[in-house]
Structure formats: C-alpha cells, structure tokens
C-alpha cells in the first residue's frame, strides 16, 4: 500500500484481501501507514511473478507477471462487529475454517486494530505471459532464448514446538494450498 | 516503485538492481512511471514472504517475511555508455555471462530505455522470522499453531519453439538458482 507522506510517496508492505468489489487490508491503529492512509487516497498494489523471460536481445527481456494496481480513498470500518467480520473474513480467505477454533479476539484487540478498505472503482490489472518476442531478424541469431518459471511454494509445515501434545495438525494447515 | 501523481500516491510494479550504494530500475522512457519519478521522490520497496505464521489467536497471526523500503529523490542515468553499463549490470546480476551472448543494444533501443538510480540514504528494513508469539495464557488452549514456510521456485525451463537447432540451453540458464 502506498501513500503519501508529508508531500512524498511512502511504501508499507501488508496483507490484503478481497470481498466483492473491495479489498481490504489491516494494522495497527497506532501505526502511521495506518493513520496516513484512512480517509486519504492510497494506491495499493499486488505483483505476482511468473517468471524471467530471455530473449535474443537484452531490449526483448521480460518478465512474466500478474499485476493489479488500484487507486483511491481508503476509509476505515468503524463499527467494531464488522471489523471483526472482515477480519474474520481476511484468516477464512487463507485458511478456511481457521477463525472457529481460535481464541476470540478481545476488546483491547479489536481496539488496537484497524481495517482499511478501498473500493475496486480505479484499478489497472496487467498481465504478461508467454515466451520471448524477439526482432524478426533475431530470430536468425544462434542465442538461446526462452522461459525461466517461477512460483510460489510452501515448504514443511513446521509445528510449534509449544504445542499441546494432543493438539493434531487441522486439516486447513495440512491441505493449505496458495491460491 | 511509488512516486506522486498529481497529489495521489501511483506504484508501478518493476525489477530493481542494486549496485553498491544504490538501486536501480529502468522502464520505457515515454512510460508515465519513468517520466513522474526522474528527478522527484520517490519510494521503492521490495517484500519477499517467507511464511504463514499461525498462532492461538487471531491477533497473532502474522507473517514471515524481508522487506526493505528505500526513500530518496530518483535520478537518471543520462550518459548513453554508463546507461548500458547499467543495463548489462542488471542482466548479469540475474543471469551471469548472459549479456555478452546476446544481440548488441542498438541506438534506439538505448534512447527509449531509462534507468533511474536511487541512493540507500533512507531505507527501512524489516525481517520477521520464526513462529507464533501468543500470550502467555494462550498456550494452554488446545488450538494448533505452527508456519506454513513459502518460497519461490523455479519450474522446468522451457525452450522458445523458435531457438535454431543447435543453439543449446547456455549454463547461465541449466544452472540459474533464485538468490
């Protein structure tokens, strides 16, 4: 999420997540990307990368990506149900089923928190995918060129070691897949 | 890459480099991106994420990752021979020795690349590491926590259809490891 600081772009990286035609994102209600941002415009932005793209050419390199950048004006949830809601939302979004077995959240919690949301009203999604697209005349050149793919994994899930004993990995964790 | 855009905050998703004491980044000279941060601030940041932390509450969900986010006033290279240095730079840090085997930049394609440099004067940067911190009288409940560690892999290269019969995958390719 970006937005502006005293005249000058700032950066908090965070969390998001998207119901409808808005997305949502929290912090804590002291934190100055938080306070920064409510009621003012912002410009958050979600880049996934797909892969390294070699051409013939150092010009024709590329990269494969999803990217959606939208802008507008954060505005806070105030009622403190539906804060809990959307954050209920954000843990299910993940993990579904996670939020029913956790401890509820308190008051000085819910208190120290603050959700964001932005409607989806300007926005620019831009995809690039696919092999090199190289100069026609390159293509005659003896340089190897193609896809390096990349994605996202999750590796073993580690169990804290503060676990009850009788406490067995819930199946949102064992089945967790990135979406 | 956040910059201002009349008043509002705008990111436009991009590669970096770093050289030293500065990072670098380039775009297509006519792009609103490039032109909006030569010469202005601008605030480039970068997250990688490591993990889902899982904890017994839901305020203590968190996440693993490194983040780092540079403040300062973007400048452009303007010298056409240190431009392609730089370019030659960033292709090599990804892929070393690829630059020398490729198609030589041309006149045009310098004159439509931009590389803007930002020095590491203000920069934030931030780790989260390891599992969940509950509250002391949340270990008692039986609820799993733990993390799901993330990374990014490569997948299997794929060759472009249009390589010539005896060009072979070059060893900056077979042997590439994300860093």
Chains 1, 2 share one sequence.
């Not at 401890?103 to 409607?119: D, Y």
Request: charged fraction near 25%; charge should be neutral; include cysteine.
């Amino acid at each position: 999420v970006s937005y502006v600081l005293d005249g000058k772009p700032a950066v908090t990286p965070t969390l998001h997540w998207r119901e409808g035609n808005h997305v949502y994102w929290h912090g804590s209600s002291a934190s100055r990307a938080i306070r920064k941002s409510d009621g003012l415009d912002v410009c958050l932005a979600v880049t996934l990368m797909d892969g390294l793209v070699l051409a013939r050419s150092a010009f024709h390199h590329s990269a494969n990506y999803r990217s959606v950048v939208i802008y507008g004006r954060a505005v806070k949830i105030e009622d403190p149900e539906l804060k809990v809601q959307k954050l209920r939302n954000f843990v299910d979004n993940i993990l579904p089923g996670r939020w029913d077995g956790l401890r509820p959240m308190n008051e000085q919690e819910i208190k120290a928190t603050t959700v964001l949301s932005l409607p989806i009203e300007e926005a620019s999604a831009k995809i690039r995918d696919g092999g090199p697209n190289d100069d026609d005349e390159d293509y005659a050149l003896p340089i190897w060129a193609g896809v390096i793919p990349l994605r996202t994994v999750t590796g073993p899930v580690q169990d804290d070691p503060r676990n009850l004993p009788d406490v067995a990995r819930p199946r949102h964790v064992a089945e967790y897949k990135i979406k």
